[in-house]
């Protein structure tokens, strides 16, 4: 699963793993903020352990699972002093540290950090994105794989320099292959254990199609230049098995899924479309990871209104005050019993889904949280696209749409 800002919860990692996903990652994190987190708790009960991380007077900015939670921790930064303090700090509680080089956010690009590591050549001549990567390989403990989160590079016109000298905006379309390849090699050789490649260029919103094409070019790039593209992960516009099903057919990589997470974690339990029951079960399984985990309740209901399309279920979810009416409202019993029959599962490691079998209130077919699919229930097409983050584009809805048919 994705780093994802305000998706990447202890509760929702969890729930992912739990459904079969094999590596999460924490939502990016800027050095700064790390460093300054200096309240670190562990919180021993009510629920399993788990280290709560905060900036004094702040809300957690990180929570992780004492046992079960194989994350990565997803760093901004420009500073490779900074990179590295900010990582030895929690190396310790994390399977791997990873540099942001594509987010294009405010709060990352304006300090040189994310995709203004990399964005053009002037940023790569630099070197701090390369900087940054021999640093956190020297300094961290040679069992914590270092890896990068990147996109496309862009083609550069000749002019390119005297366009932006002269205000205008350049117009840059397509993808440098060699470029992009060159510089996956460069970053695996600065001691990069991986990389994942969000496939649109560096100056593309997610709006913008996904350019799923090009990446088996620059693996075959990365080949001829002597790299090890087996070492790429795929991301970009997997919203649904069918998209998955598609990029499967043309490479073997890993995938990392972000917005196909957000709407349904449920894809990383099955590559056939679920049923009804099953969304809700999800759904369920990630209520009961959440008051499990300590998660604030606006924070579980975010997390469930991106997963459910339906503007019935969405309303009932946003009206829920307390704990026991969402509960309720899942058809799940509030009594210390079955959080402690959750929690010895989770302990034991055993699948979750008997206990979820065992407690769920089956009283028919049709619960509130039932889901129509899009285009019925007279949805907008507001309802149908995720609550937080980005639009999903008209033509990736369609797909889905399709998808769901
Ligand atoms: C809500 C949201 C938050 C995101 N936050 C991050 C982030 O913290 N770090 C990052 O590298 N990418 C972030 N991304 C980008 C995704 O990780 C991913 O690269 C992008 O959405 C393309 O994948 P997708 O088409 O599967 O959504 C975020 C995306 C979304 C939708």
Not at 47 to 62: H, Q
Not at 215 to 220: I, M, N
Not at 230 to 246: E, K, M, P, W
Not at 278 to 298: F, I, S
Request: charge should be neutral; proline fraction near 6%; charged fraction near 25%.
């Amino acid at each position: 699963m994705a780093p994802m800002v305000r998706i990447s919860d202890v509760c929702s990692r969890l729930t992912a793993m739990q459904l079969g996903c094999k590596m999460t990652w924490t939502e990016v994190l800027v050095d700064r903020a790390v460093l300054k987190a200096t309240e670190c708790s562990l919180i021993d009960g009510p629920g399993p352990r788990r280290l709560e991380y905060r900036i004094p007077d702040a809300k957690p900015l990180l929570v992780l699972s004492d046992t079960a939670d194989p994350v990565i921790l997803q760093l901004a930064s420009s500073d490779p002093k900074q990179a590295v303090a900010a990582a030895l700090y929690l190396v310790d509680e994390v399977s791997g540290v990873d540099i942001n080089m594509g987010c294009k956010q405010h709060f990352t690009a304006s300090g040189g950090m994310g995709v203004d590591l990399i964005k053009d050549k002037k940023a790569r001549e630099q070197g701090t994105a390369l900087a940054l990567v021999r640093a956190l390989r020297t300094a961290l403990p040679d069992q914590c794989p270092v890896s990068a989160k990147l996109r496309l590079l862009p083609v550069e016109p000749a002019s390119l320099s005297e366009d932006t000298h002269a205000g205008k905006k350049p117009q840059v379309k397509d993808v440098d292959i060699q470029a992009t390849a060159k510089f996956c090699c460069d970053l695996l050789s600065a001691g990069c254990s991986f990389l994942s490649m969000h496939c649109r260029l560096t100056s593309e919103t997610r709006s913008e199609p996904v350019r799923m094409e090009s990446f088996p070019l620059v693996l075959e790039a990365m080949r001829a230049l002597g790299g090890d593209d087996s070492r790429v992960v795929y991301n970009g516009g997997l919203l649904t098995s069918g998209d998955i099903a598609r990029v499967r057919g043309v490479v073997s990589s890993p995938l990392m899924l972000a917005r196909g997470a957000q709407l349904n974690l449920g894809l990383f339990a099955s590559p056939e479309r679920l049923s009804l029951r099953e969304r809700e079960d999800t759904v369920r399984r990630l209520v009961l990871n959440g008051v499990l985990y300590g998660t604030a309740l606006h924070i579980i209901r975010r997390l469930i209104c991106s997963m459910l399309p339906g503007r019935r279920g969405k309303r009932a979810v946003s009206g829920c005050r307390e704990i026991p009416e969402l509960l309720r409202l899942l058809n799940l019993p509030d009594t210390p019993e079955v959080f402690a029959k959750w929690q010895h599962h989770l302990d034991v490691g055993a699948t979750v889904d008997a206990i979820l079998s065992e407690v769920v209130i089956r009283d028919g077919e049709e619960h509130v949280l039932s889901m129509p699919g899009p285009g019925t229930d007279r949805e907008s097409k507001r309802d149908r696209e995720p609550s937080v983050g980005p639009a999903i584009p008209s033509s990736e809805a369609k797909r889905r749409a399709q998808d769901s048919a």
